[in-house]
């Protein structure tokens, strides 16, 4: 059975920083692409950073500089550190898993997602 088990949210102050891990069920992490998505109330999920099979990383423009994507091959696990908070960082931030795009944009389109953990930056 896919699992993503999302932790590591919780607050922090502006410019702050919080790292996020993701830990997946062993098939899903050596098959699939993973990502951490993003989602605050009133705006579309966005695709915040994403491993892709020609092991580069994708970062959306309103993170890259500031999220780190990292992983733990041992521990099947995904990290995302988060530095130089903001509060617009404010949201749901969700692991998943999905076919790699092979062109540098990391998962295509996801087909398991985690159940999120939230994340708000004060200012």
């Known amino acids: 059975q896919v699992q993503l088990v999302e932790s590591g949210g919780g607050s922090a102050q502006s410019g702050g920083s919080l790292r996020l891990s993701c830990a997946a069920d062993?098939?899903?992490?050596?098959?699939?692409?993973l990502a951490w998505y993003r989602q605050s109330p009133g705006k579309e999920r966005e695709k915040v950073a994403s491993?892709?099979?020609?092991?580069?990383?994708f970062y959306s423009d309103s993170v890259r500089g500031r999220f780190t994507l990292s992983q733990d091959d041992a521990k099947n696990t995904l990290y995302l550190l988060m530095n130089s908070l903001k509060p617009e960082d404010t949201a749901m931030y969700y692991c998943?898993?999905?076919?790699?795009?092979?062109?540098?944009?990391?998962?295509?389109?996801?087909?398991?997602w985690g159940q999120g953990t939230h994340v708000t930056v004060s200012s």
């Open positions: 491993t892709d099979s020609d092991l580069s990383t």
């Open positions: 062993e098939y899903t992490y050596s098959t699939y692409c």
């Open positions: 998943a898993a999905g076919a790699c795009g092979g062109d540098g944009e990391g998962v295509v389109v996801p087909e398991t």
